[in-house]
């Protein structure tokens, strides 16, 4: 892993290697997105989700802001606070966002009620904000340059929007089109502190497995939104027998029998491959309206199923 850190400019090139090879433009869904291959509903669901992870993104910049004792620094990083929460009401990227999320259909109260956030996103996200708390400035620091990558993607998706989605209000592009200048700039007063700080090879491999880990983190939220569009089907060869009078289900596989219960069958009852992920868990809370995490539980438990080969996950359809 230290191999071209002995120097500033191979720690810089390792730095943005990790973003050509490993930042989550090159994730399925967003290479669909990009080529206007996305449904309206897969559209509305990133959209929701993602609010989650903009709404992260300026408590992980106060975290940072209270690791340095630097004035000049908490100087300059306080500008990227603003530039999510804005100066006032009704200003900044989180505003932004909302207005995108009504120009694709949404409720902007719902999507700022974070109630329907899925649990894989939560993860994701929450796991930005316990990285920025549990590491030093300098990691800290090294995680937030995947802005680097960000002012091409964001070029990328306005072109994209514009010609496969104009459905979407050309107004709801604006948070787009703010961090085509933003990102830029941040990333290359984060990439100066980097170069000037990481001086020895630890630092620098430290730098460079923040960044890293800040990429699975972005490449885990796209992950969860792919999974909840898709849908369903019981695999051709599980046989699924369900006890009304026990409440159990089984389903009996070539290499396993899974014994459930719960809603285990009222669940894979639905799962037929024409409802998605995100439309059986809907049906589910509403069977359910005393359990406040029905929808959560049922994504958990339809990712376990995935997993031991209960089910597959068709693509979702317009």
Known sequence: MSEGLETTRGFEAALRRIGEERYHHRHPFNLRMHAGELTRQEIRTWVRNRYYYQTRIPIKD????????????????????????????????LE???QLAVAVGLDRAEVESLAHVLPGVRR?????VEFVESHDLLESVAASLTELFAGDIMVVRIAAFEKHYPWVAAEGLRYFRSRTHQAPRD??????????????????QRCVAALERKCEILWGLLDAVERVCTRPEVV??????SDEQTGKTTVVLPERVLNLGGSSGEILARC????????IAEALQAAHPEGRSVADDV???????????????????E
């Open 124 to 128: 994701a996200c929450d796991a930005y």
């Open 272 to 279: 037929d491959g024409r409802k998605s992920a995100e439309e």
């Open 187 to 204: 990333a290359d007063w984060g990439l100066r502190f980097v170069l000037e700080n990481a001086d020895t090879i630890p630092d620098r």
């Open 299 to 317: 994504h958990e438990f339809l990712d376990e199923m995935e997993r031991l080969g209960a089910i597959r996950r068709l693509p979702a359809v």
């Open 236 to 241: 051709t060869h599980a046989s699924v027998r």
């Open 62 to 93: 106060g975290m940072i802001l209270a690791k340095s004792a630097s004035a000049d620094f908490r100087r300059d990083w306080i500008e990227r606070i603003h530039d999510h929460d804005g100066q006032k009401p009704g200003e900044g990227g």
């Open 96 to 98: 932004l966002w909302l």
